[in-house]
């Protein structure tokens, strides 16, 4: 007010010094009063506009100056609340504070809440992009850049608090990720000593449940979603079934291998291959981590030795069992006992080779028939004994009744007095036979009714070959009776001849009558004998004719020294058994002895 005052004092002063300069004026003119007056008013009205147009332009002044004022105050009210920073801006007491000078305070205020919006809006704008890539990353979709570039800031709430939760979640995403990528590199580390121990091709493995696994790029590529962690531990869960399946099956193989190697007697060379294979099988599944120990190319190598392995053990029990098939044979054959068919090389070779039967239990069950026919033969073996001296016995009686039929057995010659003693040792045991061959047939009886089971040679029952050689005997002794009988009546018949007629037959006719009475065939058949005929049996009503003595002998010896097989067929008397008691001079033979 000092300040318009003293300007209205020097405008008054000023106005005052003009004014009567003017009045001079108007004096030295000599202007009227009028006129003066007139003047006067018109100074006076424009005085007055003037100061009107100045209080105007100061009005609008200070109208434009409260609405920049509350302009700013607005700006920084909304700022103030989108930031939530209501500590920046203290309001003063306008009543005492110039417009301009409230302007002057407001603008650097405003200009500070502008620049923390934009700094907030992009820290809004980061976070909210590392978000959604943390996000994405988490998800089964790679598409989180293209999303944070499409990311729109809510510009009306750009508080520290919602910023705090921001910044919270994206912690808290940050550290899921960092936990997932730790877990998706265990797993991934995992899948690959798995593999490795396998033989499976390691990037075959991850490719198959994400190909980000196998990528040589940076960490955030790597794919680390739920997907992907189930699709790992789904992999690891199989590769270690397939651990397991393979352990369990390469044990069983390795403990096949170790029995073939002690049966077989392998050498340390042969075993050596797998040494490193039997040290890691019998460690613990989490402890084997060798690579390749576990590969299917290991385990087709020890399959191939196993089956190699298998082959020759089945080619040596095979040898080993045609060995102990000729041992049940000769035992067999010794004792004069059929061998068991269900182990003859026939049948038993095409079992092996195609493996219809373990030749393991094959080997057993001839090792139980060798045992049995042990036992058989030793249970036989009395018996035996004595068929084997009555075989002798009969071989001696063969050789008796040739030695009787040599014309010359008493001349002159090396070897006589030899053959003399054994004539007479054969003279003294053909007459046992009989006795023998009751004995035996007592002892054969004895044993049948002990083991309720017939007592077999070759096959046939001993005792109805004994018993038909028994009876075969008793017919030869009667035949060699009537033809004693008939001798002693064909040389009464004689005699009475020589009565009637003075004089002996000469000897050719002699001769010629022996000749006939040899073959049992008297011309007219004058004695009212019927001529002999060789009887016939057989065992069972199916065997050949039985034969003399001799021929009977005969086939003692052949048969015996052979085959040594009884039956009624090796033992048949025939038509010429009765030639062996005639000698050419028609005398009577020598008989021997038979009790």
Same mark, same amino acid.
């Given at each position: 007010?000092?300040?318009?005052?003293?300007?209205?004092?020097?405008?008054?002063?000023?106005?005052?010094?003009?004014?009567?300069?003017?009045?001079?004026?108007?004096?030295?003119?000599?202007?009227?009063?009028?006129?003066?007056?007139?003047?006067?008013?018109?100074?006076?009205?424009?005085?007055?506009?003037?100061?009107?147009?100045?209080?105007?332009?100061?009005?609008?002044?200070?109208?434009?100056?409260?609405?920049?004022?509350?302009?700013?105050?607005?700006?920084?009210?909304?700022?103030?609340?989108?930031?939530?920073?209501?500590?920046?801006?203290?309001?003063?007491?306008?009543?005492?504070?110039?417009?301009?000078?409230?302007?002057?305070?407001?603008?650097?205020?405003?200009?500070?809440?502008?620049?923390?919006?934009?700094?907030?809006?992009?820290?809004?704008?980061?976070?909210?992009?590392?978000?959604?890539?943390?996000?994405?990353?988490?998800?089964?979709?790679?598409?989180?850049?293209?999303?944070?570039?499409?990311?729109?800031?809510?510009?009306?709430?750009?508080?520290?608090?919602?910023?705090?939760?921001?910044?919270?979640?994206?912690?808290?995403?940050?550290?899921?990720?960092?936990?997932?990528?730790?877990?998706?590199?265990?797993?991934?580390?995992?899948?690959?000593?798995?593999?490795?121990?396998?033989?499976?091709?390691?990037?075959?493995?991850?490719?198959?449940?994400?190909?980000?696994?196998?990528?040589?790029?940076?960490?955030?590529?790597?794919?680390?979603?739920?997907?992907?962690?189930?699709?790992?531990?789904?992999?690891?869960?199989?590769?270690?079934?397939?651990?397991?399946?393979?352990?369990?099956?390469?044990?069983?193989?390795?403990?096949?291998?170790?029995?073939?190697?002690?049966?077989?007697?392998?050498?340390?060379?042969?075993?050596?291959?797998?040494?490193?294979?039997?040290?890691?099988?019998?460690?613990?599944?989490?402890?084997?981590?060798?690579?390749?120990?576990?590969?299917?190319?290991?385990?087709?190598?020890?399959?191939?030795?196993?089956?190699?392995?298998?082959?020759?053990?089945?080619?040596?029990?095979?040898?080993?069992?045609?060995?102990?098939?000729?041992?049940?044979?000769?035992?067999?054959?010794?004792?004069?006992?059929?061998?068991?068919?269900?182990?003859?090389?026939?049948?038993?070779?095409?079992?092996?080779?195609?493996?219809?039967?373990?030749?393991?239990?094959?080997?057993?069950?001839?090792?139980?028939?060798?045992?049995?026919?042990?036992?058989?033969?030793?249970?036989?073996?009395?018996?035996?004994?004595?068929?084997?001296?009555?075989?002798?016995?009969?071989?001696?009686?063969?050789?008796?009744?040739?030695?009787?039929?040599?014309?010359?057995?008493?001349?002159?010659?090396?070897?006589?007095?030899?053959?003399?003693?054994?004539?007479?040792?054969?003279?003294?045991?053909?007459?046992?036979?009989?006795?023998?061959?009751?004995?035996?047939?007592?002892?054969?009886?004895?044993?049948?009714?002990?083991?309720?089971?017939?007592?077999?040679?070759?096959?046939?029952?001993?005792?109805?070959?004994?018993?038909?050689?028994?009876?075969?005997?008793?017919?030869?002794?009667?035949?060699?009776?009537?033809?004693?009988?008939?001798?002693?009546?064909?040389?009464?018949?004689?005699?009475?001849?020589?009565?009637?007629?003075?004089?002996?037959?000469?000897?050719?006719?002699?001769?010629?009558?022996? =000749?006939?009475?040899?073959?049992? =065939?008297?011309?007219?058949? !004058?004695?009212?004998?019927?001529?002999?005929?060789?009887?016939?049996?057989?065992?069972?009503?199916?065997?050949?004719?039985?034969?003399?003595?001799?021929?009977?002998?005969?086939?003692?010896?052949?048969?015996?020294?052979?085959?040594?097989?009884?039956?009624?067929?090796?033992?048949?008397?025939?038509?010429?058994?009765?030639?062996?008691? !005639?000698?050419?001079?028609?005398?009577?033979?020598?008989?021997?002895?038979?009790?």
């Amino acid at each position: 007010m000092m300040g318009i005052g003293a300007g209205l004092g020097m405008e008054a002063t000023s106005c005052g010094a003009l004014l009567r300069e003017l009045q001079q004026i108007w004096a030295e003119v000599g202007e009227n009063e009028g006129e003066k007056n007139k003047v006067l008013s018109e100074i006076e009205r424009e005085c007055l506009e003037v100061y009107r147009r100045k209080v105007d332009d100061a009005n609008r002044t200070r109208v434009q100056l409260h609405q920049s004022v509350a302009t700013k105050e607005a700006e920084v009210a909304s700022l103030i609340a989108t930031l939530g920073e209501h500590k920046l801006y203290l309001k003063k007491d306008k009543s005492v504070v110039p417009l301009k000078e409230q302007l002057a305070a407001v603008v650097p205020v405003l200009e500070n809440l502008k620049g923390k919006k934009e700094e907030r809006i992009k820290q809004f704008s980061d976070i909210q992009s590392q978000i959604e890539k943390i996000r994405s990353e988490l998800s089964e979709y790679s598409d989180g850049d293209d999303k944070a570039n499409s990311l729109i800031v809510d510009e009306n709430d750009l508080s520290t608090r919602k910023l705090n939760n921001y910044q919270a979640q994206l912690r808290t995403l940050q550290k899921e990720k960092s936990d997932r990528l730790h877990k998706v590199l265990e797993y991934v580390n995992e899948v690959h000593c798995l593999c490795g121990v396998l033989g499976i091709d390691f990037g075959k493995t991850v490719n198959g449940v994400h190909p980000s696994l196998h990528q040589n790029g940076l960490e955030q590529s790597t794919n680390i979603s739920n997907g992907t962690l189930e699709g790992l531990a789904k992999t690891i869960s199989n590769l270690k079934a397939e651990r397991k399946s393979r352990i369990d099956k390469m044990r069983e193989t390795m403990e096949s291998l170790c029995q073939l190697w002690k049966l077989m007697d392998s050498s340390e060379e042969e075993r050596r291959q797998f040494n490193k294979v039997m040290s890691v099988l019998i460690s613990s599944e989490e402890e084997i981590s060798s690579p390749g120990v576990l590969s299917q190319e290991t385990i087709e190598k020890m399959s191939a030795e196993l089956e190699r392995l298998t082959k020759l053990k089945a080619r040596r029990l095979k040898e080993i069992f045609m060995k102990k098939r000729s041992e049940l044979e000769e035992i067999c054959k010794t004792a004069h006992i059929e061998p068991d068919a269900s182990t003859a090389p026939e049948q038993t070779n095409e079992m092996i080779e195609s493996g219809m039967i373990d030749p393991s239990e094959l080997l057993a069950n001839i090792e139980s028939q060798i045992l049995k026919a042990k036992e058989e033969s030793l249970s036989r073996k009395d018996i035996m004994d004595r068929i084997n001296k009555w075989i002798a016995a009969c071989d001696e009686e063969a050789w008796l009744e040739e030695y009787n039929q040599d014309s010359k057995k008493y001349s002159a010659g090396r070897g006589v007095h030899i053959n003399l003693r054994r004539a007479e040792k054969a003279r003294i045991l053909v007459t046992k036979i009989p006795a023998m061959v009751d004995n035996l047939i007592n002892r054969t009886f004895a044993w049948e009714n002990a083991r309720n089971k017939p007592f077999l040679y070759d096959g046939g029952r001993l005792i109805s070959v004994l018993e038909e050689y028994r009876l075969n005997r008793e017919q030869k002794e009667e035949e060699k009776r009537r033809y004693r009988d008939q001798k002693k009546l064909e040389s009464i018949l004689l005699k009475e001849k020589e009565a009637i007629f003075g004089s002996r037959p000469s000897p050719k006719r002699a001769v010629s009558l022996n =000749r006939r009475t040899n073959g049992y =065939r008297s011309s007219g058949n !004058t004695s009212g004998l019927m001529t002999p005929n060789p009887r016939r049996s057989s065992l069972g009503g199916a065997t050949p004719e039985l034969l003399t003595p001799r021929s009977c002998s005969g086939h003692y010896n052949r048969y015996f020294g052979d085959s040594r097989r009884l039956s009624a067929t090796q033992l048949n008397f025939g038509d010429d058994s009765l030639s062996t008691f !005639t000698s050419i001079s028609g005398s009577e033979p020598e008989s021997p002895s038979l009790g």
